[in-house]
């Protein structure tokens, strides 16, 4: 059975930094392009970062680049997603999803506010 496990979002402050992670189990994410996704209250999910399947090309949202990184961890089986620099409008349940099995995690909620 396909799963992905979010963990590590939280509250923190402007400018804070967050690492979010993605357990995946079912399948390796070596080999499978990974996904993170945003939705705010109110407002419809968002792309934020992408990392492909075999190279290690990334892409990132407007609003993110500079300040995010994804980043896969195969030994772990994992899909990270650093967030630096945070900003309130970056409050939102984050979300890990593989566009190859159409499966999403239960999301982990980052709020930032001071």
């Known amino acids: 059975q396909v799963q992905l496990v979010e963990s590590g979002g939280g509250l923190v402050q402007p400018g804070g930094s967050l690492k979010l992670s993605c357990a995946a189990s079912?399948?390796?994410?070596?080999?499978?392009?990974m996904r993170w996704y945003r939705q705010a209250p109110g407002k419809e999910r968002e792309l934020v970062a992408g990392i492909s399947s075999i190279a290690v090309i990334t892409s990132y949202a407007d609003s993110v680049k500079g300040r995010f990184t994804i980043s896969r961890d195969n030994a772990k089986n994992t899909v990270a997603l650093q967030t630096n620099s945070l900003k309130p409008e970056d409050t939102a349940l984050y979300y890990c999803?593989?566009?190859?099995?159409?499966?999403w995690g239960q999301g982990t909620q980052v709020t930032v506010a001071s």
């Open positions: 999803h593989a566009p190859r099995f159409g499966t």
């Open positions: 079912g399948f390796t994410v070596s080999g499978n392009a």
